[in-house]
């Protein structure tokens, strides 16, 4: 497994704010929300929002973000120059694994679809 450096994610709650407070673009689903908003960095960076509220057990939670990073990490040449924001929502974690990888490989695609009409 590859790593997610730094260089790749959001890391301040600033940058956080500044996707929740302006997002461009938004990937909608009954199990999850994904905020994006153009920056011109020269590469996505992303940002995870896995609340105990939404996914009760630690371990659920980290196979969520964990999901969510590698589906990112595989898309992120096409999803240039994005802030992005995952939100996980009640029920994400009840899905079989290879269905919240096969959600999020979709999402990423429909988002760098959305990214490039925009531009």
Known sequence: METFEKG??????????RVFD???????????LILARQMPSGHSRLGL???KKNIRLATR???AK????????KSATSLDSL???FLVRKGFDTLAP????????????????YAGEKR
């Not at 964990?66 to 990490?73: D, K």
Request: hydrophobic share 35%; charged share 30%.
């Open 8 to 17: 790749k994610r959001l890391l301040t709650s600033a940058d956080y704010s």
């Open 22 to 32: 302006s997002s461009n673009h938004k990937v909608s689903h009954r199990h999850y």
């Open 49 to 51: 929002v896995v609340s």
């Open 61 to 63: 939670r980290n196979r």
């Open 66 to 73: 964990r999901v969510a990073r590698e589906t990112f990490r």
């Open 83 to 85: 802030d992005i924001v």
């Open 98 to 113: 290879a269905v919240q990888t096969s959600l999020l490989e979709d999402a990423w695609i429909k988002l760098a679809k």
